[in-house]
């Protein structure tokens, strides 16, 4: 499978920036059709319409090239996060390769839970827990190693019920917005709490996103030259930023300088991101997608400890943001469904 | 003069894109020129041959674009950064203006000394003093209202000496080597230590970096709604990140997330820029630009307390870094050198 992993994966990313209409849609224009994996509902139209009145010079709506700015979260809203965020698992198995050089670990049992896999007594050592564990898993490297692991990860990890790769758990109506709307000039940034270290060095295979349009959390570094006079960066133990509800809004601000125009979220973590984006003046679109597929993904909000969605809901009905039903609205929802050539919901996932 | 600002800064950016050969110059392919304002010097020679070596397909040295990072710093690199730095006018201007509303300042014999544009008298206080003085004239305002105020004060403001607009002092070889790196598919980052925020808002039209293309130093922000329920971004008075020295190689990993393969710098706060930069595999290219010339611009280096060029030029000999004498290897220094059709150096300016 790693052989064929990273052209699979371009041929995903090429796809979705010119789509094939290999699948004949409902509508007559299927040869330009450039969400063919999004239902003709109303949510698919508001997507067209806003895109349209922001890209026709004709338009009151228009906006330049150099303005287009679109964010979008990750977990939840490019990739599945159920049963647990990717990034668990990259550090408990991290932990795992780490373990045999700290012996000491033995005598920890936040790290021996890690280590044995069980998120749910990481759990219940709340926040507290998994933050120290994520800390351990990404310092005392050079920033160089570290996007080797994540890359190595990223190559060999599979999703626990599904056990596909995770770049082939991802969203292929979002592949396919991503791609209609960088061939519309925009520049499409990811706004994640995820780490932005573990994510950039596979990012632009998945995603056709550029390494430096990620903004994540990040660690503290140090500038060191090695015996031989290299300039390397070291990760230290201690989180510098947390890129989660408001410091989505001001991260948004210091790396790009600008409000999104289209804000792209799933969860109460990206309430801030949208309230930024569509508080600025002019034509502005913010989505919600909403977790309702019990069949082909998860269906959770409200109660979810996992990418709740309890406020984001009602802010979206005071705000006129889109929710988008992931069960309504989607007719695929990962690219191999699209592949199988079968009917959508016959890939059933035991969870 | 404001009417025309834009519009003049656009055909300077554009003419760097696709420069337009005007003035013969001694090679053979004039008509394919991408650095007119360069002299044929082995400095000149040695960007040329890099560029060729990185993006040449059959070359050993290919990068592919997506790599092709470029970083430049801004104070003495891009624009002159003497007799004092653009930010500090920029903070003595802010200053004045904010005076009425704050009638206490006539006891703070620091800010007085500011409103009585006494440089000396400022310096005199050390870093703690100007850093003071920069904060005062950032915080307590919105990024919106901010980045007015930076638009309008840039559209203004004139250079103490020679009484021109700023966007007028920049210099026209670095605006080439820009705009011919970009024709190379380069992504050009500015890394600097001035404030981002004072920067973005103009970025564009005088250099043609997009914004998000800024990496400076940087405030605190705090999120806040409101009583509309608009989302702002409130400027806090605390300096969140000094974007020099060490710094400056941390900021390129946690904006850009990969080492550029060409640096530009002018003092020893670029060191560890270009250290990082030609550390990496692959060729590599850092360059340092000297100032050398006393009749068109200014002469400093290793003395000079701004923009001091001390160890960074022991480091360049150290690592083969470029050193641009830009006495010998620019043939015009500013835009209206080449625009007035005088010969080079007519242009006096009174220091």
Redesign the interface.
């Known amino acids: 499978m790693h052989r064929y992993f990273f052209p699979f994966l371009l041929l995903i990313v090429l796809g979705c920036q010119q789509p094939m209409p290999e699948k004949p849609a409902s509508q007559s224009t299927v040869t330009t059709d450039p969400l063919p994996s999004w239902r003709a509902t109303a949510a698919r139209q508001r997507i067209l319409d806003f895109v349209t009145a922001v890209t026709d010079t004709a338009s009151a709506d228009y906006v330049p090239p150099?303005q287009r700015?679109a964010t979008f979260d990750h977990d939840g809203t490019l990739l599945t996060e159920q049963p647990v965020y990717f990034q668990f698992r990259f550090v408990f198995a991290r932990l795992r390769a780490m373990a045999p050089q700290h012996p000491r670990w033995k005598r920890d049992r936040l790290i021996q839970a890690a280590l044995d896999n069980d998120v749910e007594k990481v759990f219940s050592y709340g926040g507290q827990g998994i933050s120290k564990l994520i800390t351990i898993a990404h310092s005392g490297v050079t920033?160089d190693e570290f996007a080797r692991s994540a890359r190595n990860w990223m190559r060999t990890a599979r999703h626990p019920t599904t056990g596909r790769p995770y770049s082939e758990m991802v969203y292929q109506p979002m592949l396919e917005l991503i791609g209609y709307l960088q061939a519309h000039q925009f520049?499409i940034f990811m706004v994640t709490g995820g780490t932005?270290?573990l994510i950039?060095p596979w990012v632009?295979e998945v995603y056709g996103i550029?390494?430096?349009h990620?903004i994540g959390s990040?660690y503290k570094?140090?500038?060191r030259?090695s015996d031989s006079?290299?300039?390397?960066?070291w990760v230290e133990p201690a989180m510098e930023f947390f890129n989660n509800e408001?410091n989505k809004?001001?991260a948004i601000?210091?790396?790009?300088?600008?409000r999104p125009i289209l804000a792209v979220g799933n969860s109460d973590g990206d309430i801030?991101m949208l309230?930024?984006a569509t508080?600025g003046v002019g034509e502005r679109l913010g989505v919600l997608i909403h977790h309702t597929d019990s069949q082909r993904e998860w269906a959770y909000d409200r109660q979810s400890n996992i990418g709740r969605l309890d406020k984001g809901l009602d802010k979206a009905r005071q705000n006129n943001w889109l929710v988008v039903d992931m069960q309504k609205d989607w007719q695929v929802v990962y690219p191999f469904e699209k592949q199988a050539k079968e009917p959508a919901g016959q890939d059933t996932l035991v969870h």
């Open positions: 150099a700015i920033t520049k932005t270290d950039r632009e550029p390494k430096e990620v990040r570094l140090s500038y030259l006079g290299k300039a390397e960066l408001e809004a001001i601000h210091q790396f790009i300088g600008q801030q309230e930024y508080s």
